[in-house]
């Protein structure tokens, strides 16, 4: 009887052990840089990046030349719409909310933009092809790369309240186009 108890503990005992699981082993940290380091920059980062910067000088100039305040500027990929949005917001008083002013500050971003590309319609694809493409032209580029990116590439303006005020003071005022696009052609909401 002894033995078959000691048996059975012993059984008990074994099944118990290779039921546990053992400790998950650390795997080794990654190091940021050495993955930063390999990893590609591919046209598109480039040209986000370049836009980014350019977007960042045409808005404070919008801003200095309508005695406007310059709140931020960024640009942004969505996946989701495979849109890339550059956006600025501006600080205005309430009286100065408007359709018109937002329509305003939307001409004088993209017009600083667009500053030095060729006058007309193709505007806007000739700069955002020099933005996103390089020079050599292979047989894979798209021969409508510009035109495409101008349909892909959305400006975003936004005039509103000081952050510190945002939650008091709701009133925003957003239109949203093409660098292209006509006054008409703008999207406007307002909100609050």
């Known amino acids: 009887m002894r033995g078959a108890a000691l048996c059975g503990a012993l059984t008990l ?16 940290k990654r190091d940021a840089l050495d993955w930063l380091a390999g990893e590609p920059m591919t046209l598109l980062d480039w040209g986000i990046a370049r836009l980014r910067g350019d977007l960042e000088g045409a808005a404070a100039d919008a801003a200095a030349a309508g005695r406007s305040t310059l709140g931020r500027s960024g640009v942004f990929y969505r996946p989701q719409d ?57 047989a894979t580029r798209p021969q409508d ?25 709701t009133r925003r005022v957003v239109c949203t186009g093409r660098l292209d696009s006509p006054p008409t052609g703008l999207a406007l909401r307002i909100e609050g």
């Open 13 to 28: 005992s074994v099944a118990l052990a290779t039921a546990t699981p053992a400790p998950a082993q650390d795997s080794p």
């Open 145 to 169: 790369l510009g035109e495409q990116m101008a349909d892909r590439v959305a400006l975003q303006i936004t005039i509103g309240a000081r952050p510190a005020a945002a939650f008091e003071d």
């Open 82 to 138: 495979r849109k890339i949005v550059g956006y600025a917001s501006f600080v205005e008083p309430v009286a100065n909310r408007t359709d018109a002013v937002c329509v305003e500050l939307f001409a004088r971003v993209a017009s600083a933009l667009l500053h030095g590309a060729p006058q007309g319609s193709g505007g806007a694809s000739w700069y955002l092809e020099s933005l996103f493409g390089h020079e050599a032209r292979t």
